[in-house]
C-alpha cells in the first residue's frame, strides 16, 4: 500500500489550500485517516482525522474552524480543505493510517506574504 500527498505549496496569509491523500493498494475507505504536520524544530501535531464512515471528524485546536477533512471516494482519497491560513500553519503535512502505521511522504505548506 502507497500513500501520496499533494496539493501543498506557497500561499499568502489569509489564503487556501487543498490538501490530498492518495492511496494505491488498498480502499481508504476501510480506515481511519489522520492528518498530521511537523514544522521546523517543532513536535508533530494533530490535523485532523475522519473514520471509515467519514461521518465522525476530529480536528486539532490551532485548525477547528479552517480546516475541513472530508473523503473522495472515487478517487480514493481523503482531503484537507485549509483556509484562512497563517504562518504558523506551515510545515510537511502528511496523512498517517493509524491500524496499518502507513504514511506517506509529507507536501510541504508555506504560509508567508
Known amino acids: 500500500a502507497q500513500l501520496v500527498e499533494s496539493g501543498g505549496g506557497l500561499v499568502q496569509p489569509g489564503g487556501s489550500l487543498r490538501l490530498s491523500c492518495a492511496a494505491s493498494?488498498?480502499?481508504?475507505?476501510?480506515?481511519?485517516v489522520n492528518w498530521y504536520r511537523q514544522a521546523p524544530g517543532k513536535e508533530r501535531e494533530f490535523v485532523a482525522s475522519i473514520d471509515a464512515t467519514g461521518r465522525r471528524k476530529n480536528y486539532g485546536d490551532s485548525v477547528k474552524g479552517r480546516f475541513t477533512i472530508s473523503r473522495e471516494l472515487a478517487k480514493n482519497s481523503v482531503n484537507l480543505q485549509m483556509n484562512t491560513l497563517k504562518p504558523e500553519d506551515t510545515g510537511v503535512y502528511y496523512c498517517f493510517l493509524p491500524l496499518l502505521g502507513s504514511r506517506g511522504q509529507g507536501t510541504q505548506v508555506t504560509v508567508s506574504s
Open positions: 493498494g488498498l480502499r481508504l475507505n476501510n480506515y481511519i
